[in-house]
T-cell receptor, first 114, second 119 residues
Framework: SAVISQKPSRDICQRGTSLTIQCQVD?????MFWYRQQPGQSLTLIATANQGSEATYESGFVIDKFPISRPNLTFSTLTVSNMSPEDSSIYLCSVIDHVLREQYFGPGTRLTVT | AQTVTQSQPEMSVQEAETVTLSCTYD???????LFWYKQPPSRQMILVIR??????QNATENRFSVNFQKAAKSFSLKISDSQLGDAAMYFC????????????????FGKGTKLSVIP
């Protein structure tokens, strides 16, 4: 199974600032995903990040607010821009193992916006 | 669009007993995957079990097994011999098996069931 790490594990940020979350995988993967989990809620897909192409965003999420980078097959970043308290959530990175067809998640980044 | 419904927001089970978590889904597709994920307080999403829709045999992983009823679109999780470490949020999830673009690998999650294990 893929081992995924995220940095930072948690952060408290002020309204109007931006935070970049890093996701590192221990093996090369084609597709990486970013999910948001609002307090007490389920997971919602923000975008799919493929290496070498623009990220594909789900309805309700835009690139200006959540820019994503995918410079290589083991790394991605998600930036939460111009933050507001409504952005307080856990952000999770995820990858698919195409051999096993299973999807793995990172430990998440808990973001609190004050 | 696919939807996943978990009708039990919270459940509890006595240690060493058996508990079943319910999940229903709605889809027009014939080929797909179903998953149960566990999320303990540490936040780490852990894959518990996976079921391919084309397989009639119910998946099992040690103390965890599913009852997959394709016609009824039901996918329940049974935890046998419950342990204190089983306490967590459990999410049922759906994913299409057909690829038609980047969004095809999206997991659709239910709202989760919080499982408590009583010593």
């Amino acid at each position: 199974s893929a081992v995924i790490s995220q940095k930072p594990s948690r952060d408290i940020c002020q309204r109007g600032t931006s935070l970049t979350i890093q996701c590192q995988v221990d093996s090369q993967v084609t597709m990486m995903f970013w999910y948001r989990q609002q307090p007490g809620q389920s997971l919602t897909l923000i975008a799919t990040a493929n290496q070498g192409s623009e990220a594909t965003y789900e309805s309700g999420f835009v690139i200006d607010k959540f820019p994503i980078s995918r410079p290589n097959l083991t790394f991605s970043t998600l930036t939460v821009s111009n933050m507001s308290p409504e952005d307080s959530s856990i952000y999770l990175c995820s990858v698919i193992d195409h051999v096993l067809r299973e999807q793995y998640f990172g430990p998440g980044t808990r973001l609190t916006v004050t | 669009a696919q939807t996943v419904t978990q009708s039990q927001p919270e459940m509890s089970v006595q240690e060493a007993e058996t508990v079943t978590l319910s999940c229903t889904y709605d889809t027009s597709e014939s080929d797909y995957y179903l998953f149960w994920y566990k999320q303990p307080p540490s936040r780490q999403m852990i894959l518990v079990i996976r079921q391919e829709a084309y397989k009639q045999q119910n998946a099992t992983e040690n103390r965890f097994s599913v009852n997959f009823q394709k016609a009824a679109k039901s996918f329940s999780l049974k935890i046998s011999d419950s342990q204190l470490g089983d306490a967590a949020m459990y999410f049922c999830a759906y994913r299409s098996a057909s690829y038609s673009g980047a969004g095809s690998y999206q997991l659709t999650f239910g709202k989760g069931t919080k499982l408590s294990v009583i010593p």
